[in-house]
């Protein structure tokens, strides 16, 4: 049975697992590896059955911990290969590490198969990752991005969950504390997703079979979770999708508390 957790979530740190009852993979390890270790062990995932990790971009809140995980457990990483000429430069990935370039191919890792996918954001090379597990499950991660690509929304519509960002509200940012060109930077094309712009996406995933949603990546500054999850949850419902009925709903917190979710 697919299993999946958003471990954390947001401009602190990401980390997201994804697996089966006996091995599982990592997408970004943006916490230090005593907090992600600790994380992982209290919902029963030993760190060692982890096959690899997937980076989607070498932002501090997505690799923060990756270079310690990598000398104590030496698990394969897997990145674009802009992702990770930027994880050498930076000294974030060793030299020794076991490392796979990612193209648009998919990869086996175990017994489930990632298909990457390209997202539109402010570094090298970023990706997200729609995993097919072994009983037919299919798991997506998708954030830090500044719109939704037709490649991402196909993929994304053919899974049973969905981990999406949904990372500010507009009003707040432009009446936030956030610089101008910050704040351009984040509305623009290869910034962040919005409440607004997530949850027009999400009656169309719906209405192609997604079931749950994860909303993920919430700015603490520009957002909460409560206009997040009712900024999505009226765009559903006004297409005439209904709560539990239809689909599941959750918001991750910066640091999770959850169990494991099993598909």
């Known amino acids: 049975m697919a299993r999946y957790c958003a471990l954390f979530s947001g401009s602190k740190g990401n980390a997201t697992y994804v697996g089966t009852p006996a091995f599982g993979v ?30 989607t971009h070498e932002h501090s809140d997505h690799i923060a911990g990756l270079r310690v995980l990598l000398k104590r457990f030496h698990w394969r990483v897997y990145a674009s290969a802009g992702t990770l000429a930027a994880l050498s430069e930076s000294g974030a990935l060793p030299a020794d590490a076991d490392a796979v370039a990612l193209s648009d191919a998919a990869v086996t890792v175990g017994d489930i ?36 690509l037709p490649q991402a929304e196909a993929l994304l519509s053919s899974c049973d969950l969905v981990h999406i960002e949904s990372n500010h509200d507009v009003g707040m940012l432009q009446n936030g504390p956030y610089p101008y060109v910050l704040q351009q930077r984040i509305l ?17 995933l719906a209405a192609a079979g997604v079931t749950r949603f994860t909303l993920a990546h919430l700015s603490e500054q520009n957002n909460t979770p409560t206009l997040a999850r009712k900024t999505a949850t009226a765009a559903l419902t006004a297409a005439g999708f209904a709560a539990d009925r239809d689909y599941r709903l959750a918001v991750a917190p910066p640091v999770s508390a959850s169990p494991v979710t099993i598909l």
């Open 113 to 148: 198969q990632v298909q990457p996918f390209h997202t539109p954001h402010d570094a090298r090379e970023s990706m997200g990752y729609c995993f097919e597990m072994p009983d037919e499950r299919r798991i997506a991660v998708a954030t830090d991005m500044g719109c939704l």
């Open 188 to 204: 623009s094309d290869h910034g962040h997703l919005s409440n607004a712009v997530c949850a027009a996406a999400l009656p169309r």
């Open 26 to 55: 990592l997408v970004d390890v943006g916490v230090s590896a005593k907090r992600l270790c600790t994380a992982l062990c209290e919902r029963d995932i030993a760190p060692e059955t982890v096959g690899g990790v997937f980076i």
